[in-house]
């Protein structure tokens, strides 16, 4: 069975410092993708990244960057220069692969992040 | 372009009553799917549905049943509500026909309160 988990659950940083969220995974298939999503306090969430297990690279995309590392199963997902507006919860998720990225995703319990003035 | 629109935003209902939830696909989407999150938990997903039949189901009970229609929109129904069934229902759709490679795009979902 998949599972996804979020160790950390609240953290709380001040505008400008760079905070990481970590996300562990575990999957028996040898092709799958993972996610990262947020979600501010209007309830939607927000797709930021996804990532097939075949793409090792890490990516950076103007303040976030990924490390995916597939030898420790992690996922994690980094905020450089924290600003007020990052504040809400991020959700790290699975996805089977013979289906691909639009089938059903297994998330995390989720962190929630607050970033102080 | 429209994203995921879901209807209605909040719902009160009373223990043993029953309630349908709607949901229309992003422009372009033929692929539905249904996640429940309860407070301070993360999204569980219920089922998918793709061409009108159901492709894929969580655990969930047969209390929940859904449908999907010819312009791709979906309803989520729940009978004989529980206590339990209090959550944010997200709707997500996306584009199976495109392969893999992309991702769901979540509406803002429906709060439901079972009283």
């Known amino acids: 069975a998949q599972k996804v988990t979020q160790a950390q659950t609240e953290i709380s940083v001040v505008e400008k410092e760079d905070v990481t969220l970590d996300c562990v995974y575990e999957t028996r298939d040898t092709t799958y993708y993972l996610f990262w999503y947020k979600q501010p306090p209007s309830g939607e969430l927000v797709f930021l990244i996804r990532?097939?297990?075949?793409?090792?690279q890490n990516e950076i995309s103007g303040r976030y960057s990924w490390n995916f590392q597939k030898s420790t199963s992690s996922f994690n997902f980094t905020i450089t220069a924290s600003q007020v507006v990052d504040s809400a919860v991020y959700f790290c998720?699975?996805?089977?692969?013979?289906?691909?990225?639009?089938?059903?995703?297994?998330f995390g319990k989720g962190i929630t992040l607050s970033v102080r003035p | 372009d429209a994203g995921v629109t879901q209807s209605p935003t909040h719902l009160i209902k009373t223990r043993g009553q029953q309630v349908t939830l709607r949901c229309s696909p992003k422009s372009g989407h033929d692929t539905v799917s249904w996640y429940q999150q309860a407070l301070g938990q993360g999204p569980q997903f219920i089922f998918q549905?793709?061409?009108?039949?159901?492709?894929q189901r969580g655990n969930f009970p047969d209390r929940f049943s859904g449908h999907q229609f010819p312009n791709y929109s979906s309803e989520l129904n729940v009978n004989a509500l529980l206590l339990g069934d209090s959550a944010l229902y997200l709707c997500?759709?996306?584009?199976?026909?495109?392969?893999?490679?992309?991702?769901?795009?979540f509406g803002p979902g429906t709060r439901l309160t079972v009283l």
């Open positions: 549905y793709y061409e009108e039949e159901e492709r």
């Open positions: 990532r097939n297990s075949f793409d090792e």
């Open positions: 998720a699975l996805s089977e692969d013979y289906t691909g990225a639009n089938s059903k995703l297994t």
């Open positions: 997500a759709s996306a584009n199976l026909d495109r392969g893999p490679d992309n991702e769901q795009f």
